[in-house]
């Protein structure tokens, strides 16, 4: 099933309630992006924020946190109201323990991997996760354009899912507009982030319908 999840970090931040009103009934999940200016050159906003627009959202939060030793801060981000929690391969060298301590704490557990790092480094992490985040852009910035040699690993790793038998989601995130996603869809991903086509269009409504019609074109 084809999942769209708007990026909160192309929204307005001066009226977040109100931008998320628009995209309630309409998104698959909420995917907010948490950047600590160390693994990424961008910082964003953290748990505080997460917490209090967790009151006006029934979204599924999609967390994907682009930051130096995640252990330090998955709690936090459990307890802000986050249900899927992604963490960067290249981020920490302990990654199972941490992808079993999301899912100690009841959360989904999400591993991503940046447009350079090999597909198959994932394949011991496959019975740890729920969900594989492939970057299509470099991390830290909305609105930057997508990266076709990424779905090479996106392929990749359908390959690897499917030869496992497990049900794990493949998503991407970066440069996804309805005329990338078809192709994202077709080299085996199911969830699709995407920042500036939705929060930025006249109608977030509509551009999220027009994402999931494009994959079935
Ligand atoms: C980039 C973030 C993305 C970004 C996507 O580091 O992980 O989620 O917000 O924005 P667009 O869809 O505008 O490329
Ligand atoms: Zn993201």
Do not use: W
Not at 97 to 118: C, H, Q, W, Y
Not at 155 to 174: C, L, T, Y
Request: charged share 25%.
């Amino acid at each position: 099933m084809v999942k769209i999840s708007p990026s909160m970090l192309a929204a307005d931040f001066s009226k977040l309630g109100e931008e998320l009103k628009r995209i309630e009934n309409h998104a698959d999940m909420l995917h907010l992006d948490v950047m600590d200016g160390v693994f990424v050159p961008n910082m964003s906003f953290g748990q505080c924020v997460i917490s209090s627009i967790r009151k006006c959202s029934n979204l599924t939060f999609d967390v994907h946190l682009m930051i130096t030793n995640p252990m330090r801060y998955i709690a936090d981000f459990a307890k802000a109201g986050a249900d899927i929690i992604t963490i960067h391969y290249e981020s920490c060298d302990n990654q199972i323990e941490v992808l079993k301590a999301i899912r100690e704490l009841g959360k989904k557990a999400s591993i991503s991997i940046k447009p350079a790092t090999p597909a198959f480094i994932l394949e011991p992490l496959l019975e740890y996760v729920d969900m594989v985040l492939v970057m299509t852009v470099e991390p830290g910035f909305g609105g930057q354009s997508f990266i076709p040699e990424t779905l090479d690993s996106v392929r990749a790793i359908k390959q690897m899912i499917d030869a496992s038998g497990r049900n794990i989601d493949i998503e991407v995130d970066g440069g996804i507009t309805k005329d990338t996603i078809p192709e994202a869809y077709k080299a085996g991903a199911n969830v699709f982030v995407a920042g500036s086509a939705v929060f930025r269009a006249p109608d977030p409504a509509e551009a999220i319908k027009e994402l999931k019609n494009a994959c079935e074109i």
